[in-house]
DNA sequence: TGAAAAGATGTTATAACATAACATCTTCGC
DNA sequence: GCGAAGATGTTATGTTATAACATCTTTTCA
């Protein structure tokens, strides 16, 4: 149901890109932490901490406890593999890791897809905003909430 | 410490407010709603469910329980006389109710504080972003972390 | 190589945020 | 006053997240 056709090349790419990113910064993509981002990549839907602890806990022999699962996020998070939604309390992968953006999330309120987008206009424009209050922008949450095009062409 | 010279006048406004667009539509401008709106209008920084439940707790007899601040909070929040802020967890009270908006939140990582904005300019940007990927924008949520033109200017 | 340091994970407990479900009370219209 | 609707009280629990400290693993480098 994902808007990719082979989800799996979404995974595979995903691991490829936390193991490199890890790599080139001397950091460990321990197998916690790929399993972790495996998880978040099951599908382009956020995933939640605890679901992906439980899912942990099914592989595992013994169970995972939220502070394992918050770790891996948080190290994920912090090298651009995730992003954590806050509008969602919940997790999704990041489509292009590595690369400095800006990105704001378009989250289907009918499939539960989110798509992450880059856009250097709006980009400005929130820049412009902030700066018309003389206010300087560290960083930004830009969670969009509606219907996605497939789910606008098949309505409910 | 607030941006506003008078604080009370802004708290005055917001009761004022609170009780016109009940009056209007027909529903109650009760104790507690009140008393909650005016809590979250103690400053203009975020105010947190569980502080505002000390709060009360300090006035009333009996002490307030979790559902009835949630309850009030939901109250506000339709009636457009708060916000909930996502990324912080908090709500904080809107200036300018009434007034149909899409509105976005400039968070001072330094001092707290938290205005809110519009910007016809950055709506656009964020629907013309979204119909890019053939998505129709229902509601938004825009929050903005940085530095106000206060703590710019003063810089710790 | 092997001991110290750094980094990662395990473990326990609890903090922080939020709501479901049902009881009771208050207000309003008639 | 009485019934309906709306608001609040109450109990319990669900959900999300982190602090603090113990242990284990990996790296470093003498």
């Known amino acids: ?15 490829r890109q936390g193991e490199e ?15 972790v981002l495996q998880l978040v990549w099951r599908s382009h839907k ?30 994920l998070q912090d090298n651009g593999l995730v992003h954590r939604l806050s509008s969602l309390n919940a997790f999704i992968g990041c489509t292009h890791p590595g690369k400095q953006h800006q990105c704001y999330f378009l989250i289907c309120r009918i499939c539960g897809d989110v798509s992450e987008c880059c856009s250097s206009a ?5 820049q412009n905003a902030a700066a018309q209050s003389g206010f300087t922008v560290e960083s930004s949450c830009v969670e969009i909430s509606g219907r996605c095009s497939r789910c606008s062409e098949n309505p409910a």
Chains 1, 2 share one sequence.
């Open 122 to 126: 709006l980009t400005r424009s929130l």
């Open 1 to 15: 149901m994902d808007p990719c056709h082979e989800h799996e090349h979404c995974i595979d790419e995903a691991l």
């Open 21 to 35: 990113i890890c790599r080139s910064s001397g950091q460990r993509f321990t197998d916690i932490r790929r399993k």
């Open 46 to 75: 956020p995933a939640k901490a605890y679901d992906i602890l439980e899912q942990l806990a099914e592989d595992e022999t013994g169970a995972a406890k939220p502070p394992t699962v918050y770790r891996a996020l948080e190290f």
